[in-house]
């Protein structure tokens, strides 16, 4: 079974960091890429960033700079480093997979931002 299992999510204070993880089970998490969503309160979910089994990452514009994606293969988990946070980032961040023709999502972590 596909599963994914975000955490790291929390309160913090602008300018602050947070480490958001992404566990995988349930597929060959190499073969696939992992994306990071976030949905802010009454906004849709927007990509903020992907990271494709070719090592292949992009970013949503916002966070250029600011946000790092990391993956580990052996640990099957991929981070997204949040740096400079600022209020817009507040939000519920998701990761997801596609697999096997169908998207699957995490649970999400919450994370805000105080200014």
Request: glycine share 12%; net charge negative; with cysteine.
């Amino acid at each position: 079974e596909v599963q994914l299992q975000a955490s790291g999510g929390g309160l913090v204070q602008a300018g602050g960091s947070l480490r958001l993880s992404c566990a995988a089970s349930g597929f060959t998490f190499d073969d696939y890429s992992i994306g990071w969503f976030r949905q802010a309160p009454g906004k849709e979910r927007e990509l903020v960033a992907s990271s494709s089994s070719e090592g292949n990452i992009e970013y949503e514009d916002s966070v250029k700079g600011r946000f790092a994606v990391t993956r580990d293969n052996i640990r099957r988990t991929m981070y997204l480093q949040m740096n400079s946070l600022q209020p817009d980032d507040t939000a519920v961040y998701y990761c997801t997979t596609k697999w096997s023709g169908r998207d699957f999502w995490g649970q999400g972590t919450e994370v805000t931002v105080s200014s």
